[in-house]
């Protein structure tokens, strides 16, 4: 992602947020209030809340790639259909976000958790586009 020097304040409180948010995870804090439950659950349903949560607890592990449907539902013991309809669901939803960029031959996946760290995303996205 790109910065420009009108927007850095604001660029650098958001990755400041989330360096917080990564603490937590660390610390082993809950990362979900039941109302923030609850509005997932509104938003796709009771399942996908559960691998939203499961995301949650592995996504700071570099080994693991949440973007193999299969590896997920085996873990979860789930069928692959059932663990792609509902991250397709979450991505739709916009609860998670999963960029995957190949540069000079190395891969790298970002996960993006949260409605609010999505759309701030998207929205940073957009005006660095334009």
Sequence with gaps: MYYNKENLAEDL???KKTLMDTKQVRNKKPMMTQA???DL??????????????YLT??????HDLL???????VLG?????????RLKLEKAQWIK????????ITTLVFILGKDKVTEHN??????KG
Excluded: H, Q
């Design 123 to 128: 929205r940073l996205s957009k005006r660095n």
């Design 58 to 63: 592995i996504a700071m592990s570099p080994i």
């Design 36 to 38: 923030v439950k609850r």
């Design 41 to 54: 659950v509104k938003d796709v349903n009771e399942v996908a809340l559960y691998l939203y949560e499961y």
């Design 98 to 105: 999963f960029i995957k960029k190949t540069n000079n031959g």
């Design 78 to 86: 789930w069928t692959v259909r059932k663990t792609k309809e509902n």
């Design 13 to 15: 409180s958001v990755f």
């Design 68 to 74: 193999d449907d299969s590896k997920v539902a085996k």
